[in-house]
Each structure stands twice: as structure tokens, then as C-alpha cells.
């Protein structure tokens, strides 16, 4: 299975050049052969999109069955490549940071919220939540799990993470950093934290072109070392083949 890991620049509050950024690597992907797109944590609408005042915030957060989803399963479908992308989910009123993979017919497969609440302010009221369930997912005889951004860091949920049993973890984020910090303070403790699961980990973060923003980077760790990597500084973005 080929996998594009697409650290590619996103707009915050932009949903309308997010899904042009989705369509245009979908695109470019499938003709390279991919069989499946990753886009970072929150791509949509952007990490800082929500400003956790519940009535600020009621029109950001889209419902699965909302245009912009039927969007990207109409790109799916279209290109006939696998897309799992992360967003604000609004579900009946509350809202999740969550991950959804659609497959190359354009049916939404997996919809996995994020279980660490990293993603939110501490003052968010109760309907700003976290899920509580971690999935596998098969297409095309792989297995999948995903982990987002913060919940391979919480103790709490180290208990589930050593259930997983995938052939792939994915492991979508937003960070923040810069490269130079990245690699001095932070690379060897992601790298490490991958270890935490037996299965190659697929981590991909988005790259924003503004300064102190996120610089992208994808990696394809594996047993704690780097097999496949997209350094971060500049958009772009890496293809890794998986074979049983």
C-alpha cells in the first residue's frame, strides 16, 4: 500500500483553500500511485480555529454529514484514492477534534476523536469533548489505528495504546515548533514516544507560512528509529509504501 503523508500548508479559518490544498495533493497523489492521503490534525479549519466561547465558536465545527465532508468524499471518490484528514467535528452540539478516513469509493470508514485534551482550553465548557475509543480499520487488507497529537504523550491512556494491534498506526499532529527547536528539544522524545507501539507509526504534521507556526515534517518511525522522513521547514510531502 502506498501512503502520501501530506505535511502541506493549511490557512486557519480557511476551509475553502484547505479543501482546494486537499484536492490539489489527492490529485497529484493518486497519479503518483498513492492509495491513500494523510493530512495533519485539525487540517480543515486549522488548530486555532475555535476560540472556546461555546457561542463563538457554534458555526466552525462541521457535522459529517456537512458540505465540506461531502466535499472531500466527492475528491475521494473522484481520485480514487483513500483520504484521512483531521477537523472539528460537530456532533448534535458538541464538539471533537477528530480524524476521519474516507476511502477510495468515498465512504466514510473511520471517524476516531481525539482522547487527550490538549486540544482545548482548560476554561471549555463540557461540550468542547474528547472521545473515548480507540478503532482499527482495515482497507485494501491493511490495518489502521490512529493516535492525534497529544494522546501518545497521556499516561492515562497508555493502557489503551498498548492494546493496539494495527499494521499501521497514524499519527496526525500540529505542532508548532521551530526547526531549530524541533530538532534540538523535541525530535529524539517524539521519535522515543513511537517505541510506546510495535507497528510502523506514521506521524504528519501541517506547515503553516507564517513565523512561530507549524514548519511541517513527516517521519515514518518504526521500533524508535527513522525509516522514512520529510524534514520540516517547507511544505511537502512523503511517500512510504507498506508491504506485508
Known sequence: ?????????????????NL?????YAREEALNGADMCVFGESFLQGFECLSFVYKDDVGVPVTQNSNEIAEIR???????????????????????????????????????RRMSPGWKEPSACSDYREGDKLYLFK??????????CGDFWDEDLYTYISM???????????VDFSVIDWYKN??????????????PVLFVNSFVDEDDRAKGGAYVF???KVVEELEPGEAGVLRYEYKK
Open 20 to 24: 482546494k490544498q486537499i484536492e490539489k
Open 74 to 112: 466527492r475528491i475521494a471518490r473522484e481520485n480514487e484514492v483513500a483520504i484521512s484528514l483531521g477537523y472539528i467535528e460537530n456532533d448534535h452540539g458538541a464538539f471533537y477534534s477528530s480524524q476521519m478516513t474516507v476511502t477510495k469509493r468515498g465512504d466514510i470508514l473511520n471517524n476516531y
Open 186 to 199: 523535541e525530535f529524539e522524545d517524539y521519535k522515543k514516544q513511537s517505541q510506546l507501539v510495535p507497528m
Open 139 to 148: 482497507m485494501d487488507g491493511v490495518s489502521f489505528s490512529t493516535l492525534i
Open 222 to 224: 518504526y521500533q524508535g
Open 1 to 17: 500500500m502506498k501512503i502520501s503523508l501530506c505535511a502541506v500548508e493549511q490557512r486557519l479559518n480557511d476551509k475553502e483553500f
Open 164 to 174: 493496539i494491534d494495527s499494521d499501521i498506526l497514524l499519527w496526525p499532529v500540529f
